[in-house]
């Protein structure tokens, strides 16, 4: 009597231990002798997945392809970031991004600028204008100031990170579900979203750093690659696309500082940032062609 009752007692604590770590419980099914435990073994749908450790999302399964985007000159009004000289942020980012516009104007896009001439404009309404203007892609771009001014350092950001406490406190309580409701299935085509929209941002971080540090190190030998990173910047939280921000050089080192005050560096900038812009873009149309 004990047996069979401690029995049915270890496969349901299997079971139920199986959903809180959010595992497909189906290995360890119960032995043909036990009552079916509460759970709902069978009903359990394939992409009950862990959400703690969400699958790579197939990028065909979601159609993407970019028309508009909008670049994003840091600053503006206030300087932003100065070097020694006396060279501002505000108007190397602006010279990059009109030098972008019309490297991409060549292009089949639309690009808008959320600011091309020097005024003041709030990260608020930085979102808000490429939410309204329905942007695929958003680029801010900014230059960074550091200690020591030895470094010459150059960082990709993006959205991040995914293993968040909060994210995964979220998941975690939904994989205790063995029933879904209907806020349940809303909450994960949620999470689907914000998984595609961070992937995508980390693919285009990702060819926008690397483009950038290889097209640059030949002028820029002693130039960092730091790399892909995430942040929680304002412009990169609240923007509903696919979205970066670049630290495309240090104002803090004055060799850097040399080098942006030449046109030819800063062509090359905007040069690298076109291309991968165009590479991502490209990425994109594969996928939806494999897709199809
Ligand atoms: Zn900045």
């Not at 600028?113 to 329905?134: C, G, I, M, P």
């Not at 971080?205 to 030949?218: C, D, E, G, M, N």
């Amino acid at each position: 009597m004990c047996g069979s009752l401690v029995a049915v007692a270890l496969v349901y604590l299997t079971l139920a231990a199986d959903m809180v770590r959010g595992r497909a419980p189906l290995q360890s099914a119960a032995p043909v002798n036990v009552a079916t435990p509460i759970v709902n073994v069978e009903l359990t749908p394939e992409w009950d997945a862990p959400l703690s450790h969400p699958r790579p999302i197939d990028r065909s399964a979601i159609p993407l392809s970019v028309k508009t985007i909008v670049i994003d000159p840091g600053h503006g009004g206030e300087p932003g970031a100065t070097s020694e000289s006396g060279l501002t942020e505000k108007e190397i980012t602006l010279d990059v991004a009109l030098r972008l516009r019309r490297l991409l104007k060549e292009e089949p896009f639309e690009v808008l600028l959320t600011r091309d001439t020097d005024h003041r404009l709030s990260l608020d309404k930085r979102v808000s204008f490429a939410n309204e203007n329905k942007a695929d892609l958003f680029v801010s771009i900014h230059v960074n100031s550091m200690e020591p001014h030895t470094i010459r350092a150059l960082e990709t950001y993006y959205v991040g990170p995914t293993d968040d406490p909060t994210t995964l406190k979220l998941a975690s309580r939904e994989n205790k579900e063995s029933e879904y409701s209907l806020s349940d299935y809303k909450k994960i085509l949620e999470k689907i979203y914000v998984d595609a929209r961070r992937d995508e941002s980390r693919a285009l971080a990702k060819t926008i750093q690397s483009q950038l540090f290889h097209s640059l190190k030949t002028a820029n030998p002693e130039l960092e690659n730091r790399g892909v990173r995430t942040a929680p910047f304002v412009v990169l939280i609240g923007t509903q696309m696919p979205a970066i921000l670049v630290e495309i050089a240090c104002l803090s080192n004055d060799d850097e500082v040399d080098l942006l005050t030449k046109p030819d560096y800063r062509e090359n900038i905007a040069l690298a940032l076109a291309q991968g812009i165009r590479r991502y873009a490209h990425s994109l149309t594969l996928a939806e062609r494999k897709g199809s």
